[in-house]
């Protein structure tokens, strides 16, 4: 899964203000008048959000209909845990129905015949009508994932339409090649449209990464079925809807919500979906993968878990690297797939990098996400929020320092406290898992090649954070370090136009920027003879 | 699998003579007047002796020769004579475990991925200038094990391997990263790096040129290997791997283990420290290859898998030119091709003349010991492969589809079959559908283009297609709306070291050769900077 915040340049451009952790840091200093995690209380009364459910069925060939079982599930608030809607529950029969919508759409409809100009101008259209609707998108999205309201509003509703203008932009620009040849040929290829990509997408990020995927893959002229996370439906129904307002036609784009063993197995196992692209754990991953492999062998792509390290050298200066450490584990409540979980802090700096870590933790806001000057929201579900219990707990029995935090905040809904572990060792499990919360460790390193070695030896790869002046220092890591995404003196840098993705079992595959189009193409070589050609 | 002849470009114009490849195609046959033809079931009867020795037998792990960790070894034939020719060491798991450690530690420890890309592409310059030295010896010795044509093997193969090692070695110095525009004060960059230890397991139709398809790229790229042959043709990768060496490779950078699918394939397929994985051969294998990556660390897979390829002869097509570019498109290799033109749809005005005629070639083919000159169809690979193909024709003849020539074994020894011509073939008859990989035409009558790009996409597999049309808009039409890797407009087989070659549906994931088979053997690493007063962004 995958951070998506980018507080950077979105935000701080339009405060006209230098780069990301200084508005971090500033951000956190605005704080000042919220209470703090150790007061329990704030959590009393949650506030109402400033939006109305009204999708809550699944969207097949353009119109909301009910589930084939007539089956719904409840989505819940995770401030609360309370049901906020009943939502329309697919399984395989309406998997079955909606790609057989995309298959049509495919094989007979206009989309993939119209000029990529006018693919590319329904997305523009697209893109507007999110921005025009934003506040309620980024109401809906922190009522149902949690996530602060301010972060949606700020940071993910203008990301989502920056990707979307940027796929727009590609959409007439998917050049083929001419290719030379050994002899009289003409060669060219010709990169199509694939076909009915199946796309999976997690909770973490509802909308955003409905972005990532749904925009490469009607930039390049596919079709859609989308299963949504179970705990998070409501974003991707809504947007889905301003999609066909802005002209998409019908069975272009299916959203099936649902469960992973249902819905999303019928989808992977599909024998007419030719592509499947899914972001989730590396366990599911590999269920996904196996699935595509045994029905028809549709390419997959997958973007997964992580351990990600965040070295900071002895060079470093340690207010920015405390601030942006803290954010990189912290962001998000800890569930981001590119999280900095491992801070590996060069022993010279570590007792000050340590106790202004824990500071910068206890300083944390956390409470109701609608509340204004809040970092920290609760964790998406009862299942994610035992998990990073028992890890804490973990921590704590193999003799890590419980630094702070270390339980739950509050008596309702799923807030954690932030957690700062020291004397953190390699093989301890909250070294080697992905946890998946606001639970920082820190581990101390005294040489370069020890760092590389350490910050290598996990099954992940997604991403690493490195921060250090000195460029040597950042070209070595940058290079040994095996890992999709490298950020120097940076983290969670999240541009459209940036390949994503991971090294080892943290995926296949990258999406954003160019490379994303290749999950959504298929080449294809024509060769014609030549008769008396002027030049070979 | 592929087929990799392009007795077009390569052998025409090295002989001086124009271009076509349906020409040159002709006048080979052409000039095998003088052989038997596959009615003379006499004509294996003593099989030549090929002018090669057999000197490498063993696998080849970190530069050296040895025995399998087991002590077995295993028999390899002669196609013709289904005799023995060698025993080869059977690598099993712990000989992948060995190879995998060796190519681990070349990749994390040696010089080849801290060398300049100029030095590696310097390497794989030398080794070509080696292969084209012995090139003679190795057409004999995949003639040898392979039992095709030893003059195509000799005059296309060779020169084609050699070809793809200029190809790659030229690519070596020029895999550029980007540099990438941000959204705010960011300096972007994109490595694309070595993805580290690739495992390949090649099939036996094409050993050399499926070597040279799966290596290149990788050595290009900087990563090292673990190559795992197929069980029938050992022989000439142990061979060439050995010329690598001397051009210079680093220890480990590449390791040859011979051996089964079920063991040492399985093996490389599942194992932990491999990075990468690329298979050529049946879509139930790829299917099984990729399910065992899935279950091991997610390495990623390139598939290169089977086919059905439709061959689309159009009414206002040349008939003479079809007939030939039809015939040589199922019946090169002894059939033995993954994108064989195994479906042949004759539009119905032209139909009649082109059976006749394609009947008639069939029956001039020249069937016999690859050593002998001008033959141009040898043996089937073995016992398991003949006999497949034989259940295959007696379908075709249950299913009532008509058997207009061939249809039999071809003399008394090895694994021979008469060049087999079908007519009146239905789409749902299991020879339209399944892969044959034998000498079996399937002629399928069609009389509209919508009609006919329906019937072709109707099957599972997706990696290539011939059409033979002399309209533009026809040609345009059929090449967008077939679902196949690579179409071949009045041509076929065409297979120049720029073109990618790979499936759509259950053909296969990825492409190979060209600009895109980097893509498989690179990871791709984003650097992101920020920027202190950038002077532009």
Redesign the interface.
Known sequence: MAAAW?I???I??SLSV???FLSLGRNSSLRRGVHRFSTAALIEEPITPPVQINHTKLLINGQFVDSASGKTFPTLDPRTGDVIAHVAEGDAEDINRAVSAARKAFDEGPWPRMTAYERSRILLRFADLVEKHSDELAALEAWNCGKPYEQAAKSELPLFV?LFHYYAGWADKIHG?T???????D?Q??H?PIGVAGQIIPWNFPLVMFAWKVGPALACGNTIVLKTAEQTPLTALYVAKLFHEAGLPPGVLNIVSGFGPTAGAALASHMDV?KLAFTGS?ET???V??L???S??K?VT?E?GGKSPFIICEDADIDKAVELAHFALFFNQGQCCCAGSRTFVHERIHDEFLEKSKARAMRRTVGDPFKKGIEQGPQIDTEQFEKVLRYIRSGIESKATLECGGGRLGSKGFYIKPTVFSNVQDDMLIAKDEIFGPVQSILKFNDLGDVIRRANAT?YGLAAGVFTSNVDT?NTL??ALK????????FD?F???????G???S????EK???SL?NYL??????????SPAWL
Request: hydrophobic share 40%; glycine share 8%.
């Open positions: 980018r950077s340049s979105l701080s451009r230098p780069p990301a920056r090649l290719v030379p040849a050994d002899g009289p040929y060669v290829t010709l199509e030719d590396t991953g590999k269920i993968l196996e595509a492999a045994k028809n062998l390419p997958l997964l099954r950042a940058s290079r890992v999709g995404t490298v950020w120097v003196n940076c840098v541009d459209a136009a940036i390949p994503f993705g090294y080892k079992m995926g296949i595959g990258r920027g160019i490379y290749h298929q080449v294809k070589a024509v060769v014609t003879p030549l008769k």
